[in-house]
């Protein structure tokens, strides 16, 4: 949403849906929000997730949503992972 | 062959079978094919034919010149426009492109106001702005090649997101038949118009 671009709506529609995907893909494991970046036409997924799946289950559901999303949005998605022990706590000041 | 029996070994591992099989059956079969290539041609032709790059091509065609190409890059972040300003301009004098001049035309805001509540409550709003930074890289002086590679360079490495480009390009060349005044070339035709 710069000044003077199109696709606004188009990119916060997808933002969207990526969160709620990926709040679905790997249920009740999410450490915080996920950030999305674009760069050209790949999409960019960081994700912090909690330790309770082995990992070969992670790199499974990493290949399914990288795949799946690929074919949705006709673009390349990378999904980048990191496993965090526990929440980090974020204080308002 | 070697395809049937890659995806009977990696259907006996828990590893998804679309990604790995993929990527082992294009490995696997190089190594087949040169191998029956150099049994077939022999390894001679190689040696000896000069070796080119497929990626450089060399034609002869005489190159389009660009008087000033101008890039404005659009942002949300101040500190990220600065960033990638140093990074343009180290990337231009790396290759020898003179930088013009860097303009950073002041900040577009666009603000709206919002009901802050769901129902009523006409009296107390919210405001929201997005703000716009913008930064103008002029540089002068390239031929289409030079432009072409600093361009595809710089959008590769732009920063996610947050900065736009917007590219214009003005040429330079003078078509042949306005090289001579028109006056020059036709006094005969001016002769005719004065006799009639």
Known sequence: NLCGEAGAAQRALEDAFLRRFLAGTFPGLLADEVVLKRRGNLLVLCALLGRALPPHKLYFLLGYAETLLGTFYKCPVRLELQTVPARVPYKHL | ???????????????????????????????????????????????????????????DEPETLYKRLSILVKGHDKAVLDSYEYFAVLAAKELGISVEKVDKPPKTIERFTLLKSVHIYKKHRVQYEMRTHYMCLELKYLTSSTAAVYLEYVQRNLPEGVAMEVKKTKIEKIPEHIQKPVWDTLPQVEETKVKS
């Not at chain 2, 995806?7 to 679309?18: I, M, N």
């Open chain 2, 1 to 59: 062959m070697a395809a049937g029996w890659l995806r009977r070994l990696c259907q006996g591992s828990a590893f998804p079978v679309s990604y790995a099989s993929r990527i082992m059956q294009k490995q696997y079969f190089l190594p087949s094919s040169n191998l029956m290539g150099a049994r077939l041609a022999g390894s001679y032709g190689d040696t000896q034919e000069p070796k080119t790059n497929p990626l450089v091509s060399i034609s």
